[in-house]
């Protein structure tokens, strides 16, 4: 567009050329419309990536990294618990052991993945 511009330069003002300039505002229309469907198409890819997992389907995945050694018995158990949670808001953890008491729930966050979500609890101090 420059090249244009400056051969514009010498023949005269970009001004006497009205094609020029109508091309100038469609490019840069063109560049706007195209922003725009790309925030939309980003804004839609973010709500369905944040949709909520069905808890049995994720109970389901979970189940086959397990299975597959991806996760240990003791990782799948913290997860399933995490899960039973989530779905179950208003009850509190399993009962205590005298190792590791009681923790009040959280209240329950939106989104597939909250953080802190595959982090392990603080350690108990003695």
Not at 60 to 75: L, N, Q
Not at 80 to 88: G, H, T
Not at 90 to 98: L, M, Q, S
């Amino acid at each position: 567009m420059l090249f244009l511009l400056a051969q514009q330069k010498a023949a005269g003002s970009p001004f006497d050329r009205p094609e020029l300039i109508w091309g100038m505002a469609g490019l840069a229309a063109a560049l706007v419309v195209g922003a725009v469907a790309i925030l939309f198409v980003d804004r839609w890819r973010r709500s369905a990536a944040l949709v909520e997992r069905e808890p049995g389907q994720e109970l389901t995945d979970f189940r086959a990294m397990f299975e597959r050694g991806e996760i240990s018995k003791e990782e799948y158990e913290k997860l399933r618990l995490k899960v039973a949670i989530r779905v179950k808001p208003g009850e509190t953890a399993p009962a205590a052991t005298k190792d590791a008491p009681v923790t009040p729930v959280p209240p329950p966050i939106a989104g597939p993945f909250p953080p802190g979500y595959f982090d392990d609890p603080p350690a108990d101090p003695k």
